[in-house]
């Protein structure tokens, strides 16, 4: 079935420094892929919707400049925490759909933390 | 919000027991989706139930969906320890992925 790596799944880094994530779908094209934080115990909180060759749509409250996301190609999204601080600590998710079942792939998650 | 509510949050069962989860929305859909998430990974797709479908199946999942209650329910018999996890419902306007929610999650725990 389809897969979606995400990398790395788990980073650690110092208050002030900067963070990439990288999503990949491996065996399908994606012109869309979804970004999602979660707390622990916690549901998942759609941050942002990456189109390929286009900005990116952020929900509401989410701070565009602090979570940069960049859609380089049809098969990769990336999401940079930039200046990350200790409550950008966080369980970070993305997805992308399959748009002829509509299924949704998961990566693995990412989970940052910031000292 | 169109975020989903969960019940029950948390569900404690024998292994061989039946566990039902059910989730209500609140405005309409196109598909319902139920995800599993082990701690600290990422989601696993279960089963996508379509808007004028009312019941659907998957080995030991079965899932129903009323739209005029907007809300849905999974059942998974015969329990196994390890479907200990974390299932989420996930409501969607169409199959692009846009304005896709979570619900909040109920947490399963089968004792062996």
């Known amino acids: 079935g389809a897969v979606v790596s995400q990398h790395p799944s788990w980073v650690i880094c110092k208050s002030g420094t900067s963070v990439k994530i990288e999503c990949r779908s491996l065996d399908f094209q994606a012109t869309t892929m979804f970004w999602y934080r979660q707390f622990p115990k916690q549901s998942l909180m759609l ?17 565009k400049d602090k979570f940069l ?12 925490v930039t200046s ?3 409550e950008d600590s966080s369980f970070y998710i993305c997805s992308a759909p399959h748009t002829n079942t509509g299924e949704l792939f998961f990566g693995e998650g990412s989970r940052l933390t910031v000292l | 919000s169109q975020q ?3 019940d029950p949050q948390a569900l404690s069962i024998q292994e061989g027991e039946n566990a039902t989860m059910n989730c209500s929305y609140k405005t309409s859909i196109n598909n319902l989706q139920w995800y599993r998430q082990n701690s600290g990974r990422g989601l ?3 089963i996508l139930i379509r808007s004028n479908e009312r019941e659907k199946h998957s080995g030991r999942l079965r899932v129903t969906l009323d ?4 809300s849905s329910s999974l059942l998974i018999t015969a329990s196994r320890a390890a479907d200990t996890a974390s299932y989420f419902c996930a ?21 062996p």
């Not at chain 1, 941050?47 to 749509?57: D, F, I, L, P, V």
């Not at chain 2, 739209?67 to 907007?70: C, G, L, V």
């Open chain 2, 44 to 46: 696993v797709h279960l």
């Open chain 1, 69 to 80: 996301i960049n859609h380089a190609s049809l098969t990769l999204s990336t999401l940079t």
């Open chain 2, 67 to 70: 739209t005029s209650k907007k």
């Open chain 2, 91 to 111: 409501t969607a306007f169409d199959f692009t992925g846009n304005q896709f929610y979570f619900g909040t999650g109920t947490s399963l725990t089968v004792i």
């Open chain 1, 84 to 86: 990350a601080h200790p």
């Open chain 1, 47 to 63: 941050m942002a919707t990456s189109n390929e060759g286009s900005k990116a749509t952020y929900e509401q409250g989410v701070e």
């Open chain 2, 4 to 6: 989903g509510e969960e």
